[in-house]
């Protein structure tokens, strides 16, 4: 094990991984898909679901985290694709 540590910082990556708590089992928030404040959060700006090694949330909190972001979109009250997105600046594209 030490050895390990030790060829991992040559190689450079000496980055440490904090073990991430689901934020949802800590919490236990229910996953609502009316609940878009709650859900934005785990949906990149331009719209795709952010994947669970960068939120940190549990498989199966993402199973249903992802569910509720398809019905939300449904619903249009999330993004589906970056044409969706509201841009804040002004700046539209001329099509
Ligand atoms: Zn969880």
Known sequence: METNTVQRRERGRKFIVKP???MFCADKTPIDYKNVSLIQRFVSDRGKI???RRTGVCARHQRRLAQAIKRSRFLAMLPSSPNHVYNISGAEKKA
């Open 20 to 22: 991430k708590v689901c």
């Open 50 to 52: 952010v994947p669970r």
